[in-house]
């Protein structure tokens, strides 16, 4: 009965090292993207730098955006350990006020699976062209 106890807790030992070992850890360059003050149509992309940090490969398997006014991309390709890929977000910039968005992003991270970023800032109306009047 000893022995049996013995081998149950090495086998667990076993294990939970092999997961702490082989485990995928998403690091991020910045949580927060900070537009500051922008025109409307001004150019609403910026990117989050993903990284592994981890000793086994990271796959990230989404990236959603809190409303249809902020679209993420990210590559569903495996992120060796040490290796870094690009999520872009793309926000509607014809919207006029205060931003304050969100994406998720859900991997096989052990420390983080779902990991939410955020965007803010400020989009200013665009002053309107004045058009000449019509010659006579």
């Known amino acids: 009965m000893k022995n049996r106890i013995v081998t149950i807790a090495l086998v667990l030992v076993g294990i939970l ?7 995928q850890e998403l690091t991020l360059d910045k949580e927060v993207h900070d537009y500051g ?11 989050f730098m993903v990284k592994n940090t981890g000793t086994a490969p990271l796959i990230i398997s ?3 955006g809190s409303c249809g006014c902020t679209v993420p991309q ?15 977000v ?8 205060a931003i304050n968005k969100s994406v998720t992003i859900t991997s096989n ?7 939410v970023i955020r965007i803010k800032g ?5 002053e309107p ?3 000449p009047a019509p010659a006579k």
């Open 17 to 23: 090292s092999f997961e702490f070992i082989n485990a």
């Open 37 to 47: 003050t922008i025109k409307q149509g001004a150019n609403g992309e910026c990117v």
């Open 62 to 64: 989404a990236c959603k």
């Open 74 to 88: 990210c590559d569903k390709a495996p992120i060796a350990p040490g290796g870094s890929q690009e999520v872009k």
């Open 90 to 97: 793309k926000y509607d910039t014809k919207r006029i006020g």
């Open 109 to 115: 991270a052990t420390n983080t699976p779902t990991k």
């Open 122 to 126: 400020n989009i200013l109306a665009q």
């Open 129 to 131: 062209v004045a058009t």
